[in-house]
T-cell receptor, first 112, second 116 residues
Framework: DSGVTQTPKHLITATGQRVTLRCSPR?????VYWYQQSLDQGLQFLIQ???????AKGNILERFSAQQFPDLHSELNLSSLELGDSALYFC???????????FGNGTRLTVT | DQQVKQNSPSLSVQEGRISILNCDYTNSMFDYFLWYKKYPAEGPTFLIS?????DKNEDGRFTVFLNKSAKHLSLHIVPSQPGDSAVYFC???????????????FGQGTILTVHP
């Protein structure tokens, strides 16, 4: 158990809809990272927050947004969903801004 | 543009023998490399890492070798055990302007199967 909690585990929704994925980092970790794993792209970095502030951005679509709250949990919002957004979304956390990252078990999103 | 490549999708090894997983990278700015292991229905688990100032790092049965001139790293598992059967991901990172090492670039993964 990595100590990183992601909810929900599975999510099935229709195209055009909006969903929110939630992540609770390990106790004491200030950094939260979001990664997307799709079949053809592998694990791709989306975005990082450190103590509530955005610190790094990857190839995150404009339809996606994230935030980290004062209690350090984070949410990833995906809107105007398309079939291609179907993927595993992983959250990871670390103490500071350095690795190693500790990953949650992911949220599997299926867009139909 | 795949900056980190694991060219072997799978590897099959007998229990007790050595497993060697390989990874190549193209971005010479990467200065920190990691290996993660992933079981089905779980997130990746950190295994071992190496900084670009070293060429070898060892942790128990796991050793990572880095050849910067060849832009190649490998993970050796000795001896291999059936419980090592998993997907292994190579990842790389760089620290530019004091920003995070957490922006990892992953390879596509290698499925390791260790037979009893």
């Amino acid at each position: 158990d990595s100590g990183v909690t992601q909810t929900p585990k599975h999510l099935i929704t229709a195209t055009g809809q909006r969903v929110t994925l939630r992540c609770s980092p390990r106790s004491g970790d200030l950094s939260v990272y979001w990664y997307q794993q799709s079949l053809d792209q592998g694990l791709q970095f989306l975005i990082q927050y450190y103590n509530g502030e955005e610190r790094a951005k990857g190839n995150i679509l404009e339809r996606f947004s994230a935030q980290q709250f004062p209690d350090l949990h984070s949410e990833l919002n995906l809107s105007s969903l398309e079939l291609g957004d179907s993927a595993l979304y992983f959250c990871a956390s670390s103490v500071g801004q350095s690795t190693p990252l500790h990953f949650g078990n992911g949220t599997r999103l299926t867009v139909t | 543009d795949q900056q980190v490549k694991q060219n072997s999708p799978s590897l099959s090894v007998q229990e007790g023998r050595i497993s060697i997983l390989n990874c190549d990278y193209t971005n010479s700015m990467f200065d920190y490399f990691l290996w993660y292991k992933k079981y089905p229905a779980e997130g990746p688990t950190f295994l071992i890492s190496i900084s670009s100032i070293k060429d070898k790092n060892e942790d128990g049965r796991f050793t990572v070798f880095l050849n910067k001139s060849a832009k190649h790293l490998s993970l050796h598992i000795v001896p291999s055990q059936p419980g090592d059967s998993a997907v292994y991901f190579c990842a790389a990172s760089r620290k530019a302007g004091g920003t995070s090492y957490g922006k990892l670039t992953f390879g596509q993964g290698t499925i390791l199967t260790v037979h009893p």
